[in-house]
C-alpha cells in the first residue's frame, strides 16, 4: 500500500501531528512502519504514539518529520535533547543518518567539557552506543566505572530497561 498516512504524537499538552508518505516510513523506522501497517490492515488512517516519561513529544516529533525530509535546527538543541532524541531512535528502530550531523554537532560542542568534568556519562555512553561513536562510548564507560557512580541499585539514567539489565549484569 502507497500513499499518505497520518502519525499523531499524544501527549499531555496538545497533540501533535504529521502525514507522512507512507512508503519512506519503512525505510526510515521499523517500528513506525509495523505500527502503521497494522493500522492500515484495521482500516484506520492515522497512527498513534505516546511519548512517555523517557521518549519526549519533541523527540518523536522530530523522528515523523524527518520520514519527509525534515531536520531540527541544530543550534537549539543541546545534549538533553540529543539523550531524548538516541533515546526515541532506539526504541522505535530508526535509522540516524538523518540526525547524524546534528549529533556530531552537539558532542563536538559538548562532550570534552562533559567529559572532563565526568558529566553526564551514562547518557553519552547510550547516545554513543546509538551513534556508533566507539571511542566516546570508551571513555564515557571508563568513567563511569572509575568513578563508580553508577550504582545498579540506584541507576536512575533514563535509559531502556533491557541496556539497563545488560548494564547491570556485567556490573555485578
Known amino acids: 500500500m502507497s ?3 497520518k ?4 501527549w499531555p499538552l496538545d497533540p501533535d501531528s504529521e502525514v ?10 521499523r ?14 488512517e492515522i497512527t498513534r ?14 523522528i515523523v518529520k524527518a520520514i519527509n525530509g525534515g531536520t531540527p535546527k541544530a543550534t537549539t538543541w543541546r545534549f538533553k535533547e540529543l539523550l531524548e532524541l538516541s533515546r526515541a531512535l532506539w526504541e522505535y528502530e530508526c535509522a540516524i543518518n538523518t540526525f547524524r550531523s546534528i549529533a556530531e554537532l552537539i558532542r563536538d560542542r559538548s562532550w570534552p567539557e562533559d567529559c572532563r568534568r565526568g558529566n553526564n ?3 553519552w555512553a547510550f547516545i554513543a552506543l546509538v551513534f556508533g561513536w566507539r571511542d566516546v562510548f570508551e571513555e564515557a564507560s571508563a568513567e563511569i566505572l572509575r568513578e563508580g557512580y553508577a ?4 541507576l536512575e539514567t533514563g535509559l531502556p530497561e533491557g541496556l539497563i539489565c545488560k548494564y547491570i549484569l556485567c556490573r555485578t
Open 151 to 154: 550504582d545498579p541499585n540506584t
Open 7 to 10: 502519525i499523531v504524537i499524544v
Open 49 to 62: 504514539i505516546e511519548s512517555t516519561k523517557l521518549i519526549s513529544a519533541p523527540a518523536l516529533l522530530a
Open 20 to 29: 507522512v508518505v507512507q512508503a519512506r516510513i519503512r525505510e526510515f523506522s
Open 121 to 123: 556519562c551514562e547518557g
Open 3 to 5: 500513499g499518505n498516512h
Open 31 to 44: 517500528r513506525l512502519h509495523r505500527a502503521v501497517e497494522e493500522d492500515r490492515r484495521h482500516q484506520r
